[in-house]
């Protein structure tokens, strides 16, 4: 048997992965699959998160080492349905490397690059 595609095998394969998307289960098992990573995700921010309200944790933030990350909610416990609308609603802002997939993960990085703009009043 040869193993060296021919030219219409890779014809019916970009053909069949651009069908795959737009057939009806095909959607229904993807968006169950991103709910059950966004339930998995949901409990383990939820559970062991590190982010507090406290002024202390906030300085903390400058000295944290870059490759640690800010987890959970601060103030109030999370909510998993306010947590799916965020998530998704951010999928439109990918582009902006400063604007994190998950409000609720923030590399510290990214928190150290954004803690200027903490006190600044919005118009």
Sequence with gaps: MNATPTRRKIVLG????TAMPRLPGFKAAAQAQDDAGLASRFQDLSQNGNATCSPKFTASIATMP?????????????????YTEQVKGLVKYRVIAMIPQDPYDIPAVTAQQMIHYYDRQLT
């Design 66 to 82: 870059p490759m640690s990350r800010i987890k959970g909610s601060c103030c109030s416990p999370m909510e998993m349905k306010r």
């Design 14 to 17: 970009v053909i069949a992965a």
